[in-house]
């Protein structure tokens, strides 16, 4: 499997298929307009284990879910808000993503913040089946969708 078949896997929602493939072995660049791709995806993609961990006591992490909710510190958000806009604002997708991606922010600083108030079960649910956990697949979907998009133009 190629990179090209990767994103495809993504952009299908096809999580099994794309987490089976091993990326290191791949040279082609997934980088168009300033945004690796790729690191984008698996950024967004590890917050789930960084959630499970937090939910479940396991981390040693400090989160900050006034900091989590702010969709223009990461990576992505900062292409975003920045390179993104200037090059990719005439296309819908872009658009889609923004607002999907500020929805994964949003619901990852819930997540931290029920955790924070105890409330184990709801963090739970929003991890594995609510907000969190289908703005996270939406994010990735529309990033290779994106990426195909882009290097088709």
Known sequence: M???DWFLAHSRGDEKSAAAFQLGGINETAEVKGLDFVAAIETHRKWKE????YVQATSTEILDHAVICQDNQCALGKWIYGNGATFCSHLPLFHQLKSKH??????AAEVVQKVQQGRLEEATGLLLEGDFAKSSR?????????????KAE
């Open 102 to 107: 500020s929805q994964f922010h949003i619901g």
């Open 138 to 150: 939406d994010v990735q979907t529309m990033l290779s969708k994106l990426y195909m998009e882009m």
């Open 50 to 53: 960084r959630l499970v961990a």
């Open 2 to 4: 190629g990179l090209f």
